[in-house]
């Protein structure tokens, strides 16, 4: 790696904990960012001469303030002064910066800047392209290739998200800057994580020529969990949900064909399942089941072990499934998992009773494009042909990638022999 | 003589690495790897998870305490391991070096080895 390559790396891995820092300085996103950034083209002009800090996030933070100060100062000589108290934080800053890198103290810091970006007003595709510009710092383009819009539309979008939050900030409901209590806390961790998975799926659900736009939200969003973990060591949720995602993920070289179509679990090539990533998972799963505190993503993540852990689809322990869903049915209700858990009895007892199952959702799943696809094929199976095509025909009506509609017209294809 | 090398990085910018950085970057230790397996140099080696995944047992009460996480929390942390048989302090960090040049970044630790027990065990 060449070192301009390798300072970038530097500068990503720090990106988080000096924005975060920063943004609790200034208590304004955009001054928080343009200190970031002035940080870091300085970074790339004293690191090749004298060698990269020992500690570069704080090296990130201390100039980023300094030269941001710099700046509000020049500005202020034209405009109004900020009130005192804006600043009123970074007086003693200086001698206790590299206590404050070294402690528990900016892990509040990460998870405000994460929280901030899940501003309940903003819509779930916003949270997520605004947490990859903030806190991750993919380029505007990389997350309008990922979301297949223009640039100039996904500036524009991001645009609007700051100007919201900023609004936010500013008003009654703002996130406050003061350390969270422990309920606070335990709040934030749970909405951060659901917006974690949600940029996880982004990436996951990619399909044909989108997954290489997608793969790296995939990527990203294990990256911050690595990240949370590493600063809420001893969260079990946030243990399931990194082991979720990682044995997920573990699947991705074999979940498509050369030609992108779908290939689902049980055809999968297991060989091609990554190792290291599903070693990680069961760590994790095994660490947060110690703490003995079930939540949804330590269920689903021992769902996704026990696929992980069968060498062949014949060796999946269908039965261990069915009961961890039955849990996952009582702690997080949903049709889905109603219909996740349909797959697994067709399985354990045929069709027949997975279809007894499948039937009563209809009313809340009739637009679901899954509900239709798994109707058709347990159809399909009892040979009731004529109702599986029609079950069939309304999947692909409501199929949202081109890879899914495929998935299915091969099912039709089949029904016509 | 053995020397353990414990390799020290920091594991963020490690994670930050993308799949082609990270393949670039073995590809280059296994070159090293090879020359010193066929030289007979190289005894047990190991590449750890993320320290997310560690546990830590705390001995030094009555029962034990079970925590979540690496031991210390430090700037660098533990990421592997070799186990060389070297003539000297001299030849271990010529090797160390040299495994530098392939892996730049972070540092390694130099450190003679007092007992070694081969178990036998093999992932």
């Given at each position: 790696?060449?070192?301009?390559?390798?300072?970038?790396?530097?500068?990503?891995?720090?990106?988080?904990?000096?924005?975060?820092?920063?943004?609790?300085?200034?208590?304004?996103?955009?001054?928080?960012?343009?200190?970031?950034?002035?940080?870091c083209?300085?970074?790339?002009?004293?690191?090749?001469q004298?060698?990269?800090?020992?500690?570069p996030a704080?090296?990130?933070?201390?100039?980023?303030?300094?030269v941001?100060?710099?700046?509000v100062?020049?500005?202020?000589?034209?405009?109004?002064?900020?009130?005192?108290?804006?600043?009123?934080?970074?007086?003693?800053?200086?001698?206790?910066?590299?206590?404050?890198?070294?402690?528990?103290h900016?892990?509040?810091?990460?998870?405000?800047?994460?929280?901030?970006?899940?501003?309940?007003?903003?819509?779930?595709?916003?949270?997520?392209?605004?947490?990859?510009?903030i806190?991750?710092?993919?380029?505007?383009?990389?997350?309008?290739?990922?979301?297949?819009?223009?640039?100039?539309?996904m500036?524009?979008?991001?645009?609007?998200?700051?100007?919201r939050?900023?609004?936010?900030?500013?008003?009654?409901?703002?996130?406050?800057?003061?350390?969270?209590?422990?309920?606070?806390?335990?709040?934030?961790?749970?909405?951060?994580?659901?917006?974690?998975?949600?940029?996880?799926?982004?990436?996951?659900?990619?399909?044909?020529?989108?997954?290489?736009?997608?793969?790296?939200?995939?990527?990203?969003a294990?990256?911050?969990?690595?990240?949370?973990?590493?600063?809420?060591?001893?969260?079990?949720?946030?243990?399931?949900?990194?082991?979720l995602?990682?044995?997920?993920?573990?699947?991705?070289?074999?979940?498509?064909?050369?030609?992108?179509?779908?290939?689902?679990?049980?055809?999968?090539?297991?060989?091609?399942?990554?190792?290291?990533?599903?070693?990680?998972?069961?760590?994790?799963?095994?660490?947060?089941?110690?703490?003995?505190?079930?939540?949804?993503?330590?269920?689903?993540?021992?769902?996704?072990?026990?696929?992980?852990?069968?060498?062949?689809?014949?060796?999946?322990?269908?039965?261990?499934?069915?009961?961890?869903?039955?849990?996952l049915?009582?702690?997080?209700?949903?049709?889905?998992?109603?219909?996740?858990?349909?797959?697994?009895?067709?399985?354990?007892?045929?069709?027949?009773?997975?279809?007894?199952?499948?039937?009563?959702?209809?009313?809340?799943?009739?637009?679901?494009?899954?509900?239709?696809?798994?109707?058709?094929a347990?159809?399909?199976?009892?040979g009731?042909?004529?109702?599986?095509?029609?079950?069939?025909?309304?999947?692909?009506?409501?199929?949202?990638?081109?890879?899914?509609a495929?998935?299915?017209?091969?099912?039709?294809?089949?029904?016509?022999? | 003589?053995?020397?353990?090398?414990?390799?020290?990085?920091?594991?963020?910018?490690?994670?930050?690495?993308?799949?082609?950085?990270?393949?670039?970057?073995?590809?280059?230790?296994?070159?090293?790897?090879?020359?010193?397996?066929?030289?007979?140099?190289?005894?047990?080696?190991?590449?750890?998870?993320?320290?997310?995944?560690?546990?830590?047992?705390?001995?030094?009460q009555?029962?034990?305490?079970?925590?979540?996480?690496?031991?210390?929390?430090?700037?660098?942390?533990?990421?592997?391991?070799?186990?060389?048989?070297?003539?000297?302090?001299?030849?271990a960090?010529?090797?160390?070096?040299?495994?530098?040049?392939?892996?730049?970044?972070?540092?390694?630790?130099?450190?003679?080895?007092?007992?070694?027990?081969?178990?036998?065990?093999?992932?």
């Amino acid at each position: 790696m060449d070192a301009a390559r390798s300072i970038g790396t530097t500068l990503t891995a720090a990106r988080p904990q000096a924005l975060a820092a920063l943004l609790r300085y200034f208590r304004d996103l955009d001054l928080a960012e343009e200190a970031f950034q002035e940080a870091c083209l300085r970074a790339l002009k004293s690191w090749p001469q004298n060698g990269p800090p020992r500690d570069p996030a704080a090296w990130l933070i201390f100039v980023g303030r300094n030269v941001a100060l710099d700046s509000v100062r020049r500005r202020a000589k034209q405009a109004e002064l900020p009130p005192e108290e804006v600043f009123s934080d970074t007086e003693d800053a200086e001698a206790e910066i590299a206590a404050r890198m070294d402690g528990a103290h900016y892990r509040d810091d990460v998870l405000r800047l994460l929280f901030i970006c899940c501003h309940p007003e903003l819509p779930a595709t916003q949270q997520i392209a605004l947490a990859l510009r903030i806190v991750s710092g993919l380029s505007v383009g990389q997350i309008a290739r990922a979301f297949l819009v223009s640039e100039a539309a996904m500036e524009q979008r991001l645009t609007r998200a700051k100007a919201r939050i900023a609004r936010a900030q500013s008003g009654e409901g703002g996130v406050p800057f003061e350390p969270p209590g422990p309920v606070e806390r335990a709040e934030r961790l749970g909405a951060v994580a659901a917006m974690l998975y949600l940029i996880f799926n982004e990436g996951y659900s990619a399909a044909g020529d989108q997954t290489a736009a997608r793969e790296p939200l995939c990527e990203e969003a294990i990256r911050l969990a690595r990240l949370l973990l590493r600063l809420f060591p001893a969260e079990p949720e946030i243990m399931g949900l990194a082991a979720l995602m990682l044995l997920q993920h573990a699947r991705a070289s074999a979940r498509f064909d050369a030609g992108g179509a779908v290939i689902l679990l049980d055809q999968q090539d297991r060989a091609l399942w990554n190792r290291a990533m599903i070693a990680e998972g069961l760590a994790l799963l095994e660490k947060a089941i110690r703490h003995r505190r079930p939540g949804a993503y330590q269920v689903q993540a021992a769902i996704a072990a026990l696929h992980a852990r069968a060498e062949t689809p014949e060796a999946t322990d269908w039965a261990q499934i069915d009961l961890l869903y039955g849990t996952l049915e009582i702690l997080q209700p949903s049709p889905v998992v109603t219909l996740n858990r349909a797959v697994v009895i067709s399985k354990l007892r045929g069709p027949e009773a997975a279809l007894a199952m499948v039937e009563p959702l209809g009313d809340r799943l009739g637009g679901y494009f899954h509900y239709h696809g798994l109707r058709g094929a347990l159809l399909m199976q009892l040979g009731r042909t004529r109702e599986a095509r029609e079950g069939f025909m309304t999947a692909i009506s409501l199929a949202t990638t081109p890879a899914e509609a495929a998935h299915i017209r091969g099912h039709l294809d089949g029904l016509k022999l | 003589m053995f020397y353990a090398l414990l390799c020290y990085h920091q594991e963020d910018v490690v994670c930050a690495w993308t799949k082609e950085e990270d393949d670039a970057v073995m590809a280059r230790l296994g070159i090293v790897h090879e020359r010193l397996t066929a030289a007979g140099k190289l005894g047990p080696a190991a590449r750890l998870l993320p320290t997310t995944a560690a546990t830590t047992l705390r001995k030094d009460q009555d029962p034990p305490l079970v925590l979540d996480g690496p031991f210390a929390e430090t700037k660098e942390q533990l990421l592997g391991f070799y186990i060389l048989d070297c003539a000297d302090l001299e030849e271990a960090l010529g090797i160390a070096r040299e495994l530098g040049v392939a892996n730049p970044g972070g540092c390694y630790e130099v450190r003679p080895v007092g007992l070694f027990l081969d178990g036998g065990a093999r992932p």
